[in-house]
């Protein structure tokens, strides 16, 4: 890790201490981009609120965050926070200086020191004004002349260099960096629409949200607690999840259904092989409820084909037919293992894995249809009262305070 702070010989010439944010995807959207860097931008300063001293414009297809001094030990934490954030591909972080020659070099030769240890290098100059006297190659050369000179005992390496020193001439300054980490990807929170997720306290929907998050929807959480036949266990552990999604800022609301009661009204009214087919239901039709109040346009679960009986292609299609939005299930095709490691990296797997009541281990018959078939189950699901069910479930629904 390089902490370019650490150096005086770095304070003496520098402007200022810089993160440079790269996107990718945000660049493709052609006419919407304006839209995406300013939401990006948007996210960024939301995200560093906190720090008093940072500054964040946009510049050259990058987004330049400016960090003022009393901050520049905190650079790397900053820096990571940046690379966590939907649409950030990569964040490079380096200093801003002068762009005269003098000046890069210094820079450059200062960079290269605090990089240690590392045997090769190569300068990758780019400039994003033409006004520049010397073009990109004949940067790369006299910086490279530079620092060849005065660092004898390192090879310029074209292929696979160790370090990669970067000169980017943008406006009226030169930006030197030679650290970057790579960023989650996607795009920015809020650029997409909202969604309405299931969401349990399992390993899989919580990562369906994440997902949705990154390609930049905004969430509204709806949980289904088994109180007051179960604890209020889950709702805890939700409410744990959501911290973790904190800094990511896409979860937006986060709803709570007492849902016990109506569970044991269904398993009181359908044969026991159905059961799980009309939770489900019963909770799609709260989320179009939910989604329609809040404008939201579609809704996302955690299903992935044929992980539980539920999750059949049989099923999915009954449970389905009641939906009102599209139905997206961004793990539809993923392995259990990719959703663990998902979690992991996230950090809610810690928190899925602990043993919880909640409305799932409610009335779960001994052996679960896994083909349901509209013909029956819709006669069925017409005798019971949902719409009545449905009004209360919507005048009793508990939204929590956010993180
Ligand atoms: P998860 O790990 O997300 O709970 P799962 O593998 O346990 O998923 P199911 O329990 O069949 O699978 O749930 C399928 C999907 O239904 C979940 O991913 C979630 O979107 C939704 N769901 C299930 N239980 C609840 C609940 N209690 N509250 C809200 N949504 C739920
Ligand atoms: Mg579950």
Redesign the pocket.
């Known amino acids: 890790m390089i902490l370019l702070n650490s150096s005086e010989a770095i304070s003496r010439f520098v402007d200022s201490h810089i993160l440079l944010t790269h996107y990718h995807e945000v660049g493709l959207k052609g006419r919407n981009r304006a839209k995406f860097e300013r939401q990006l931008k948007q996210n960024i300063q939301a995200a560093l609120a906190g720090l008093e001293g940072i500054s964040v414009s946009r510049i050259s297809g990058r987004l330049l965050i400016e960090v003022e001094p009393h901050l520049t030990d905190d650079i790397n934490s900053i820096a990571a926070t940046v690379a966590s954030l939907p649409g950030v591909v990569r964040v490079s972080q380096g200093v801003s200086v002068a762009r005269d020659l003098d000046s890069i070099n210094s820079a450059a030769l200062a960079i290269l020191e605090q990089s240690e240890p590392f045997s090769s290098f190569k300068v990758a100059a780019r400039r994003a004004n033409t006004d520049y006297p010397l073009d990109s190659m004949q940067l790369n050369q006299r910086v490279g002349a530079y620092l060849s000179h005065n660092l004898p005992l390192k090879t310029v390496r074209m292929a696979d260099p160790d370090v990669k020193l970067h000169v980017e001439i943008i406006e009226g300054r030169a930006f030197v960096y030679a650290h970057t980490i790579k960023g989650i990807g996607g795009l920015p929170v809020g650029s997409s629409g909202a969604v309405v ?12 949200a994440w997902r949705m998050m990154r390609r930049g929807a905004t969430v509204l959480g ?5 109180r007051p036949q179960t604890s209020a266990d ?1 709702e805890h552990l939700v409410k744990q999840i959501a911290e973790v999604l904190k800094p990511i800022a896409g979860l937006t609301g986060l709803f709570v259904v007492p ?1 016990g009661e109506y569970q044991r009204m269904i398993a009181a009214a359908v044969p026991a092989s159905l059961r ?1 087919i009309f939770y ?1 239901r019963l ?1 799609f039709a709260v989320a179009n409820r939910l989604a329609a109040e809040q404008g939201a346009r579609a809704l ?5 084909l044929g ?5 059949t292609l049989e099923n999915i299609q009954v449970i389905d037919a009641v939906a009102k939005f599209p139905v997206l299930r961004p ?1 539809i095709g993923s392995d259990k293992q990719e959703i663990i490691s998902e979690a992991l990296q996230l950090g809610t797997y810690e928190i ?1 894995i602990q043993n919880h009541e ?3 281990t409610l009335f779960m018959p001994r052996s679960p249809e896994t083909r349901a078939r509209l013909s029956i189950v819709d006669p069925i699901w017409n005798q019971l009262p949902i719409d009545d069910w449905l009004d209360v479930i919507m005048a009793d629904i508990e939204q929590l305070d956010l993180p």
């Open positions: 997720c299931l969401l349990s306290a399992g390993l899989d929907s919580p990562i369906a709806l949980h289904f607690s088994g889950s849902f799980i489900r909770m996302v679960t955690g299903e992935s992980q539980v009986a539920s999750q793990l899925s909640d409305c799932c």
